[in-house]
């Protein structure tokens, strides 16, 4: 594995792992270094990201960023930049209002089965309180 280092001006950072792809059957697979497949390999490791959960936040909290910072005066230039509709922009950025610890969750794969980017969107309370009730965790301490 080679890695570039992290680049404070473009916020990269770049990792490089040697894999392979292989037909079996009429599939594609990812084989590691090593000759075995990278998906049961994952699936063996533990809880399973919901990567278009994961990447949905990625996405939000990076436009929330960008707003805050003020290199955009507005979501609509954001929108147009990123071209993408700007309704769109507003259900996925509607996540930054989530929990803490539900969000730490869904980085780490951990969260309920009934959890999905779905249903999230179709809308949530902005208490931290009630989305923890909504949505099935115990409320902390």
């Given at each position: 594995?080679?890695?570039?280092?992290?680049?404070?001006?473009?916020?990269?950072l770049s990792i490089t792992v040697p894999v392979?792809?292989?037909?079996?059957?009429?599939r594609k697979t990812i084989v590691s270094p090593n000759g075995k497949n990278i998906k049961a390999i994952v699936e063996a490791?533990?809880?399973?990201?919901?990567?278009?959960?994961?990447?949905?936040?990625?996405?939000?909290?990076?436009w929330q960023e960008k707003l805050?910072?003020?290199?955009?005066?507005?979501p609509k230039e954001l929108a147009e930049k990123e071209k993408t509709e700007i309704?769109?922009?507003?259900r996925l950025m509607r996540l930054t209002?989530?929990?803490?610890?539900?969000?730490?969750?869904?980085?780490?794969?951990?969260?309920?089965?009934?959890?999905?980017?779905?249903?999230?969107?179709?809308?949530?309370?902005?208490s931290w309180r009630e989305q923890r009730t909504m949505f099935g965790f115990d409320d902390p301490v």
């Open positions: 594995m080679s890695m570039q280092a992290y680049d404070d001006e473009t916020k990269i392979s792809f292989k037909r079996r059957k009429s490791e533990g809880p399973k990201q919901d990567m278009t959960f994961v990447s949905a936040l990625v996405k939000a909290f990076g805050d910072s003020g290199k955009y005066a507005s309704t769109h922009m507003y209002l989530l929990a803490p610890d539900i969000i730490q969750a869904i980085m780490d794969g951990q969260q309920p089965r009934a959890l999905t980017l779905q249903n999230v969107v179709r809308g949530f309370p902005v």
